[in-house]
């Protein structure tokens, strides 16, 4: 019997509240004392967050203090490399590693930057979110910006060029809190670079929270509710908005939304009924292009090739001012640790990596759209068009490895720290990538089952999603595993 549907009578609401809200999902006991659990530490998240605040600064900006390290220093010996393992090694992996066991906890639970946001809007201007900053490609140019701007200005391997970008990432969360939101958090919602990377693979984790009482209409935003991130909580279908920080969660309650355990990677079996976004699926191509391209251009001798033939073509132009370096806000200067890009390194590196997201993403769209178009052929019904934003989803995981074998690359230099070999890691390296290749295939096959297809004919539209999954590997490959 369905504990959520109401009857059809003019006394629907008092029938609702008669009807006892019954839990969904896998291991419904272990969801409750999880969620009973999380509600009973809800008033110590500010504490968190303040603590995490001052980690965060101390992480960014006390290096600046200090000598650089020397060639044989290690985490425990001086605190500029601790910071570096701890930013890179840890945080950034396992932050993005966490949504598939839960979600986007690390925003709602830990994150410095959105709590920050929201303390600045309880004291802000308070205006309406304007449309530019709800616009869907907002988040996805943040994303771009962030991660091209960081291969400029060497995040990795300077201190000075970590508190340059992550401070002024920080710095934004509180001016778009300040002016906008309501005390909302706007800055999570719609700008937010990693909140939208981590949103986009939440989808996968085996956490939900899912309304006891739903209402049909499907995914809405809305700024009157209790929700920090603007969800119509009674119709939330979609996990991508949640930072699960508990404030709509209340065990005795009858209503509102409860936590809800589930097989990881059943939203996106089932994305059709969870609000599926083009904007979304162009970001899991584009975020995962402009990615590699930030890794190709350490690792491939065509960016050196094109390097010196665009600075001999701009010598005979008579363009010397390529070879000028630029302002350290924009790019890497720091000639007492030898390395100083010039305005031609920061062109091409900035065109190195757009090529490599344009390229990607005209793949990945091929494939999906020939993909989309086989579905359509073996199984008419829906329209091409949300077949091909349902099968987009498909290299979810493949991307989400991709990523954090490339972004979050640190945490394999820390094993290594621990005492595992080369080997063993780029085995490690090589089975997260094949897991993740396997995973996206299944989904694909789940993704053209909800279409219709026959199981007899799957193999054909799946084909072209598990040769998108084969050139994410391939170009891939160079970065992760050697040129």
């Given amino acids: ?10 006394d629907g609401c008092a029938a609702q509240r008669a009807v006892p809200f019954r839990r969904g999902g896998r291991l419904t006991a272990l969801g409750a004392a999880l969620e009973r659990l999380f509600v009973w530490l809800r008033p110590w998240l500010p504490v968190a967050h303040g603590v ?42 396992l932050a993005f590693l966490s949504v598939v066991l839960t979600g986007r906890s690390w925003c709602g639970l830990l994150c410095p930057m959105g709590a920050g946001s929201e303390w600045a809007g309880k004291v802000g201007l308070k205006r309406p979110v304007p449309a530019w900053l709800r616009w869907p490609g907002t988040p996805v140019a ?68 899912a309304p006891k009482r739903p209402e049909p209409g499907g995914d809405r935003w809305t700024e009157k509710t209790v929700c920090p991130t603007l969800i119509d909580l009674k119709r939330k279908t979609e996990s991508r908005h949640c930072i699960e920080c508990f404030r709509c969660v209340g065990p005795s309650s009858q209503g509102g939304l409860y936590l809800k355990l589930r097989v990881p990677g059943t939203e996106i079996e089932t994305v059709s009924a969870h609000n599926p976004s083009l904007s979304e699926v162009l970001f899991l191509f584009m975020g995962t292009g402009v990615a590699l391209g930030g890794f190709l251009w350490l690792v491939l001798p065509s960016y050196q090739h094109l390097r010196m033939a665009v600075g001999d073509w701009g010598i005979d132009q008579g363009w010397y001012w390529l070879g000028e370096p630029g302002p350290r806000w924009l790019m890497a200067v720091y000639p007492e640790r030898r390395e100083v ?29 020939a993909s989309a178009w086989l579905s359509a052929r073996l199984a008419p ?52 990538f094949a897991l993740g290749a396997l995973w996206s295939l299944r989904l694909g096959d789940r993704l053209l089952a909800a279409q219709g297809v026959p199981a007899t004919t799957r193999w054909i539209p799946l084909l072209p999603g598990a040769l998108g999954s084969f050139a ?10 050697g040129a």
């Fill in 1 to 10: 019997m369905d504990t959520h549907r109401l009857p059809d009578t003019i």
């Fill in 472 to 481: 994410i590997g391939a170009a891939w490959y160079p970065a992760l595993f």
């Fill in 381 to 432: 019904g829906a329209e091409w068009k949300a077949r091909f934003v349902q099968l987009g989803y498909q290299y979810a995981p493949v991307a989400m490895v991709s990523l954090l074998l490339g972004l979050g690359g640190g945490l394999f230099d820390t094993l290594a720290l621990l005492g595992l070999g080369p080997a063993a890691v780029l085995g490690a390296k090589g089975l997260c």
């Fill in 341 to 369: 890009f010039r305005w031609l390194d920061f062109i091409l590196i900035v065109g190195y990596m757009l090529s490599w997201l344009a390229a990607l993403t005209a793949t990945l769209s091929a494939t999906t759209a």
């Fill in 142 to 209: 943040s994303f771009i910006l962030v991660t091209v701007w960081g291969q400029t200005v060497g995040v990795r391997d300077h201190p000075e060029a970590a508190a340059i970008l992550f401070g002024s990432v920080f710095a934004a969360a509180l001016v778009i809190g300040f002016l906008f939101g309501r005390g909302k958090r706007a800055w999570c919602r719609h700008a937010c670079p990693i909140g939208l990377l981590l949103g986009v693979y939440s989808r996968l984790g085996a956490v939900e929270f």
């Fill in 52 to 93: 995490m605040f001052v980690g965060f600064l101390a992480i960014l900006f006390v290096p600046l203090l200090l000598d650089d390290p020397g060639a044989e220093d290690g985490p425990f010996d001086h605190f500029t490399v601790m910071a570096h393992t701890l930013l890179w090694g840890l945080w950034f992996p």
